[in-house]
């Protein structure tokens, strides 16, 4: 059995950014050598969040609209209230996403559709520099 693990970093302005990390994904995967397996792919960070989509501006365009509605920026937070940075429905929206993203590897590829690709949604206020790793288990 193989494991093998690599990061790389993101910058983002934030602001609910969508972000495709796709390509370096399968690129790591594919440098792992491992065929059939699984990977995980994780960003640290509580304001961010990874998952798949179809990477297209109108998508990108309805998924800030329902994270405004589900976790609305100007909504009161208790996390506002005690630490004062604004950020509480990115800590919110990122809770709801999660952080990390477990795939299939087949053939050497994370097992993905024609029309999804893996994204780092980054809901902070602020730019931020992401550290997002992959790691993948297998043969």
């Known amino acids: 059995m193989t494991v093998s693990r690599a990061s790389f970093q993101v910058s983002s302005p934030g602001e609910t950014e969508v972000i495709d990390i796709t390509e370096r994904v399968v690129a790591i995967v594919a440098e792992s050598g491992v065929r059939e397996g699984i990977g995980l792919v ?6 961010a969040a ?3 989509v179809e990477f297209e501006p109108g998508l990108k365009e309805d998924l800030r609209a329902a994270f405004e509605r589900l976790a609305p920026r100007r909504g ?14 990115a800590h919110v929206r990122s809770s709801l996403v999660g952080t990390s993203l477990a795939f299939p590897v087949t053939a050497g590829r994370p097992a993905l559709g024609t029309w999804q690709q893996v ?8 730019p931020r520099r992401r550290e997002v790793t992959v790691t993948v288990v297998g043969e």
Do not use: P
């Not at 994780?42 to 304001?47: E, F, I, Q, R």
């Not at 506002?80 to 940075?85: C, E, I, K, L, N």
């Not at 994204?119 to 602020?126: C, E, G, I, T």
């Open 76 to 89: 009161r937070y208790g996390h506002d209230a005690r630490w004062g940075d604004g950020n509480g429905y």
């Open 119 to 126: 994204v780092l949604v980054d809901f902070d206020n602020k």
């Open 50 to 52: 990874v998952t798949t």
């Open 42 to 47: 994780a960003v640290a960070g509580s304001t």
